[in-house]
């Protein structure tokens, strides 16, 4: 019987899906899926982010944008809702600036959730990795890391 209930915690406290990513180790955008939905998943990536000390600069409304201007475009509905947040980590944006002045364009990160058109049930969580000049190696991988953490952190 405690085997059971070990097994039945364990069931309902796991996320709907598997928090391994739907793209591969080098694809430029890294995207995750999960069941939970998207406003849930918003304010579990925002606390993420703010658990880290970071602050959030802004939020993108990008499904909002696409309908307000769909009529005008012809463009067919792509998101249920999408939107960005922008954020930026102090010391990361130093380090990857130090690597080569132009990296300031990575900053600041971004971090995409969207539910496609037609897929209520499936929530994606996405970033783009790290790509920078200079010798920048190492500021790349904690960039990807940290993002992978406060994605993974937002869906488990």
Do not use: W
């Not at 939970?36 to 918003?42: A, M, S």
């Amino acid at each position: 019987m405690r085997h059971l209930a070990i097994a039945l915690l364990t069931a309902i406290s796991a996320s709907p899906f598997a928090a391994e990513p739907i793209t591969g180790p080098e694809d430029p955008i890294t995207i995750y899926t999960t069941g939970y939905p998207f406003d849930e998943v918003k304010e579990n990536v925002q606390m993420a982010i703010t658990g880290q000390g970071m602050l959030i600069s802004g939020t993108l409304h990008i499904s909002d944008m696409l309908e307000r201007t769909a009529k005008d475009t012809g463009f067919e509905k792509l998101y249920e809702k999408a939107e960005s947040l922008e954020f930026c980590n102090l010391q990361l944006s130093y380090l990857m600036s130090s690597a080569h002045p132009a990296n300031l364009t990575t900053c600041p990160l971004t971090i995409g959730i969207y539910v496609k058109a037609g897929e209520p049930d499936t929530t994606y969580v996405a970033y783009q990795r790290a790509s920078l000049l200079g010798e920048s190696r190492e500021v790349a991988e904690k960039l990807d890391n940290l993002l992978d953490l406060l994605v993974r952190e937002a869906i488990e």
